[in-house]
């Protein structure tokens, strides 16, 4: 089992900035892929940004150039930076784990992020 911790959510302004965090424990494995989607209300959940454990990233459109996606693997841990944020980008933020030895996803409890003036 993999259990995943997410925090860094918030109220923010329209062109600030926030930082979320994933920590993941239990039965890591070495390949795996971390990442983040966003789920707005009355929205579909959307993929976000996903880092591999070798460093390679993915991006949806609307976060190219904004959003930036890292990770420490010897900490377990994704980052998402959220910059030059928009209204539209509020939504509950969920962190996922994939595991490529178990071939299952994990997911996150979710953190609200709300941008409002």
């Known amino acids: 089992q993999v259990q995943l911790v997410e925090s860094g959510g918030g109220l923010v302004q329209p062109g600030g900035s926030l930082r979320l965090s994933c920590a993941a424990s239990g039965t890591i494995g070495s390949l795996n892929t971390m990442g983040w989607s966003r789920q707005g209300e009355g929205k579909q959940r959307e993929l976000v940004a996903a880092?591999?454990?070798?460093?390679?990233?993915n991006y949806a459109d609307s976060v190219k150039g904004r959003f930036t996606i890292s990770r420490d693997n010897a900490k377990n841990t994704v980052y998402l930076q959220m910059d030059s944020l928009k209204p539209e980008d509020t939504a509950v933020y969920y962190c996922r784990f994939y595991s490529y030895a178990r071939l299952r996803e994990y997911w996150g409890q979710g953190t609200q992020v709300t941008v409002s003036s």
């Open positions: 880092i591999t454990s070798s460093g390679s990233t």
